[in-house]
Each structure stands twice: as C-alpha cells, then as structure tokens.
C-alpha cells in the first residue's frame, strides 16, 4: 500500500470511496508478496498492482463490488492444471486477497492507517480478514504510542483480545514484519483451524532500510545508485572531505566526511537487521576498526571489497582484534557474486545480487540450472500459508 499511499490520501482527502485489495496470504511462486495492493475508486480509476497482471481484472471487479456493497471480502486466486488461463495464475501459485471498502470518515483506523503510511509515520495496519462477521474488517491503526480505531464499538465486549492485537501488532512494528496474526476471542495465540478465531493481516510500515556505503570511489558512486534502485536510504562515508562531497554522489540520500569506524558507533540506534554495510575502502587503516564493529552488530550484511589477497590479510587482522570465526564468517569479502564484472557498474550488480541472494536465501545459480521454487522464501510462506488455512481457491479470469 506504501507504493500507492499518495494517490490513497488524494482520494480520501476528496471525500472519495474507494476498495483496497492486499495480498494477505502467498503460496507457491505467486508473483507478489503479502502486502501488495490495488486499490479502486468510486470513478473506477485503478493504481497498483496484487498479481503483475494475472489476476487484475478479477480482482478490479471484486474491487468495483466492494464499493457497491460496501461489505468487505476474502478471495484466493489459484492454480487449475486443467485450465491454467481461466485462473489466472499461470505460474502455479496461490494468492489471499483481502477486498476492503473505504469511506473517508466513518473509520479511525483506516483514516489514520492510511494518512500515517503516506507521511511516513511507522505504523502497523491491522485489520481482521477471517473470524465473527461482526468483526472483518474492523481496523487498528497501531504507532509505537498509540492506537487509532476499535475492533467493535462495544470495547467491552472484545477488549481483551482488541489489548492483544495491539501488543503483537506494535512488536511486528518494532521489527518491521508484515503477515498474519491469528488469535482465540480471548486474545490467545491459537491455530486458526480451531473454532472461534480471529484472523489479522498487520502490515508494518517502518523507514526504508539503510544501506551504509563506507569508501567515496567510483564504484561506491554505482552501489549508491543500484541500493537506491533497490530501495534503500542510502548513506556515504569518507573521511576524507576531498572524496566525500554530494556533487559526486548526487543520487546518495545523505553524505559524511568522518571515520567509517566513529560514523558507525553514532548510528547504533538507526540500524536493524535490515541494514546492509559495503565497505568498499580496501584500506587497512579504515577498514579493520570498521569491520571490528561491524560484524558484531545484528545487521543484515556486510560486505568488504578487496582482492583474495587483501582478504586473507583482513581476516588476520580481525582474529587479532579478537574476533571469533563466527563473526569472521559473517564477512562476505570479496564482495559480490561471481559474474565476472569489471566496471563500477557491473560490479554494482554483483553487489545486489549477491544482498538479495542473502536476504532471500537464494541459490545463485541461473534458474534455469534447476526445477525447484523460482522464490527461495517459498517454503516459509507457504508454511504459514498453510498454518493459517484460509480460503478455498476459485477459479477467475484473467
């Protein structure tokens, strides 16, 4: 919803209504992830996307229901080996869809979810897709201190499972996860096969990850533009002023004349394990005191550029620094996937590739070496897609 947050605030400050679509639920190699969206307005203009284009002009109609029935809905998109093109999914995957209908003004939770996700204020937005009829639909808007919306409007009815939707909406928040929540009416943890559950989709929406670019040369100018690209914060660090100005790394979000090392120890309360750390100065001096830090931090990668030599000598460095081999292991140096790059740009590339192949948990080998899932992460989704059942696939047209 992040991708089209804007055109929702124009629609919603208009007095338009309009139906939201997520991806709730994937499986298989569906072409989207959770979170995903296409929303409708009342005119029938249409913005972003659940499926890449399999399933759009199904899930535009559910859309165009919604807003005429204003009663929200829960569709899954699946595969038919005996008419694949009828589903739609031709890739043989699975989508949950969530249809919402939206009237600016008769819902705080949808109102503040939707005004905080397009001024960027974190927010968790939660709503209830399976459970009571009384209850899908109803939405919270959760912030590290507050909450906008109810799931009834008799709070005493379901008070205690509304204070445990908060609680674990707020700690998906803090680490930045969006999925499902399943809760009992009590507000336990249960398995939503059991009966007299409570099904919630909380989408977190937290600040672009960070990707620390250690070293002002020309191929920290190319990663600054392909970690944008990728959609990340990007910052520069130099400490030498010389090398480390904006007019040579315009598309940088910000640029630091200071020590990699000093640098970093001011920014402990702005990383996570989304961060991504590329060391790219090759130069001892810089490079060991950073590094030292670095790889004891609950970063999500860090990366070193050099040659095998210079990487040898790191790494002894480091063990007299005191490291252990399974902070030593957290390295990735050289820097990059092997695809035989030489330019700043192309080694760019290598660089990504090889920060997506550790996020995803990817092979690095071309797909077409194997038969296996296109998507490494399949297996956990569809884990989770299983554990939290959902609803029977329907055939559509694409």
Known sequence: MQDIAEQLRAWHASGRSFAVATVVGVSGSAPRDPGAALAVDADGEAVGSV??????????????????????????????DEDAFAVGLTCGGALDVFVQPVVPGTDAGLDAGIAHIADGTPVALTRVIAGPGALVGAALAVTADGVAGALSPAPSTVGGLERAVVAQARAMLEAGRTGRLVLGLDGRPCDEHGQGTVTCFVESYVPAPRMLVFGAID?????????????????????????????RFLEADEVVVDWPHR????????????????????????????????????VGYVGAMGSRRTHREREARLREAGLTEAELARLRSPIGLDLGSRTPEETAVSVAAEIIAHRRGGGCLPLSASDGPIHHDVSRTETESDAAGGPTPRPHAA
């Open 51 to 80: 499926s890449g284009g399999c399933v759009e002009g199904a899930v535009y109609e559910l859309c165009q229901a919604a807003i005429a029935s204003g009663e929200p809905a829960l569709e899954r998109f699946g595969y038919s």
């Open 219 to 247: 191929f920290a100018a190319a990663v600054v533009r392909i970690g944008r690209f990728l959609g990340y914060r990007v910052t520069v660090c130099d400490a030498r002023p010389v090398f480390a100005t904006a007019r």
């Open 263 to 298: 640098y970093l120890d001011s920014q402990l309360d702005r990383m996570d394990g989304r961060t991504v750390l590329c060391v790219l100065t090759h130069d001892a001096k810089f490079d060991i005191p950073l590094l030292e830090r670095a790889l004891r931090l609950p």
